[in-house]
């Protein structure tokens, strides 16, 4: 099974066409936000418009779709949480995943973070937390609600209803293992 990470502006149906037929099963999206002042932040050059439909085309496309979102950007309010999460929940994906922002070595977001003395220059990486000025709340609120996110995301009838009818479509029911595993390793 190949696995191909991409991006969601760079969506066409001829290449997406080319990729399945050269045997790309799994599309993984850095969507990373459901709220575009975030993926401004970010600097990631892309809309949620573009976001849904990359993943729109590749639902249609019969891949399997992997998305994942980062919690905990400096300015980020539970409400933007709950609108990632909201936004995530609405999209086809087979598998989302909720990460804690990382403030990572090298990175300008790191570099930021040392200019400003939130961050020692030795430490490779660092978790937003607002123990040190990186986000609104602290690690363990962020991580909180990632678990709360993870739950939502995978106990939501929505989900279930459409990893049965992509497994019974495709005749692939890996997805559907893998979300069983998931949705019983929260509890």
């Known amino acids: 099974m190949w696995i191909l990470d991409t991006r969601v502006d760079s969506a066409d149906r001829k290449i997406y ?18 709220n575009q002042d975030i993926l401004d932040f970010y600097n990631k050059k892309i809309t949620t ?6 993943i729109k085309l590749s639902n249609e496309m019969g891949f ?8 905990g950007a400096p300015m980020e309010t539970k ?8 936004f995530a929940k609405s999209l086809p994906i087979n598998h989302a995943t909720f990460n804690h922002l990382e403030y990572v070595a090298g990175t300008p977001l790191w570099e930021k973070a040392v200019k400003e003395g939130k961050i020692n220059s030795e430490e490779p990486l660092v978790y937003s937390d607002a123990d040190r000025g990186l986000a609104l709340y602290d690690a363990e609120d962020i991580r909180n609600y990632i678990k709360k996110a993870n739950f939502s995301f995978y106990f939501n009838p929505w989900y279930w209803i459409r990893e049965v009818k992509f497994a019974l479509r495709s005749h692939n029911t890996l997805m559907l293992e893998l979300g069983l595993r998931r949705f019983f390793k929260i509890f």
Request: glycine share 8%; no cysteine; hydrophobic share 40%.
């Open 64 to 71: 399997i779709i992997d998305a994942n979102f980062i919690l």
């Open 49 to 54: 418009d573009q976001a849904r439909k990359a």
């Open 17 to 34: 066409e080319k990729m399945r037929d050269a045997g790309v099963k799994v599309i993984s999206f850095g969507i990373e936000s459901g």
């Open 79 to 86: 409400k933007q949480f709950n609108t990632t999460l909201k």
